[in-house]
């Protein structure tokens, strides 16, 4: 009996809390339509230093319910188009062929007696275990085609119930432009940790962005490859978890393989514009 006082004693002075329920965070609400439309965009320059103030807000941007406003969202069309990217990834394997034993060239004479050499048996000397023999389970010369087809309006479908999911669970974060002053990486890798994206231990960050041309021909504002900003795609190009695409290339798997996504007020435009028409 003492014993067992001595060890209710002893525990009793190690009891400590590892998980209070009472401390835990509330559960994050996704705010109801129309009020989730119109979202605050922050400043890239005051992003390094404040991300979530109100010093960062340089105002707001009504969205488009067509394209980012579809409640329910339908996660079969958001299946049905990342089962299709995936297939046009792989692609096909083209018709590769190996020889057997009947296309190899070698005499079919048995190569030795088969009892007494005190070696194993053979019949021929084509055998795939046997240095210039045949190759056992090789391509039959036939074309592996793995794509499928997909309508242009379901895809363009996936895509706008994608970011309206993106935007319910409010990882659409909306920034003004990406037209940074420098190419150093350090730079965009300070503005993406405000938000707990990029870097080997961070969310993942899909950046898109649209330079559009002037309508009177003349250069962009910025330096622009393939409708990015160059000093953009070159601060990126170091960090791990950070994809920067064009808003033509947005596609709904890199949407849902990246956590956060980092969208411009012109790619927002475009996308509008893009897929506003799209109906049932």
Request: proline content about 7%.
């Amino acid at each position: 009996d003492d014993d067992d006082d001595h060890y209710d004693e002893h525990y009793e002075d190690d009891e400590q809390i590892w998980y209070d329920i009472s401390s835990r965070p509330p559960p994050l609400q996704a705010i109801p339509l129309p009020d989730r439309l119109h979202v605050p965009v922050l400043d890239k320059n005051n992003l390094a230093s404040s991300p979530t103030t109100s010093d960062s807000t340089v105002g707001t941007l009504p969205l488009s319910p067509v394209v980012f406003g579809q409640d329910p969202i339908r996660v079969d069309l958001i299946q049905r188009v990342v089962v299709y990217l995936r297939n046009k990834k792989r692609g096909k394997r083209y018709a590769a062929k190996t020889k057997t034993i009947s296309d190899v060239r070698g005499s079919g004479r048995k190569v030795r007696a088969q009892k007494g050499g005190g070696v194993a048996r053979a019949g021929h000397r084509r055998p795939p275990h046997w240095k210039g023999g045949a190759t056992a389970h090789g391509p039959k010369g036939v074309i592996q085609d793995y794509t499928t087809k997909l309508n242009k309006k379901t895809i363009r479908l996936g895509m706008v119930h994608m970011l309206s999911q993106k935007l319910k669970e409010q990882n659409l974060i909306v920034v003004n432009d990406w037209n940074l002053e420098s190419f150093k990486t350090k730079h965009l890798s300070k503005i993406l940790s405000g938000f707990g994206a990029g870097g080997k231990y961070g969310k993942g960050a899909y950046l898109i962005d649209w330079v559009p041309k002037p309508d009177d021909g003349t250069q962009p504002p910025v330096l622009t490859y393939r409708s990015l900003p160059v000093h953009l795609t070159v601060a990126a190009g170091n960090l791990p978890k950070v994809k920067v695409v064009s808003q033509r290339f947005a596609t709904v798997y890199d949407l849902l393989k990246y956590e956060k996504c980092f969208i411009t007020v012109s790619a927002i435009q475009a996308l509008e514009e893009r897929l506003g028409s799209v109906t049932y």
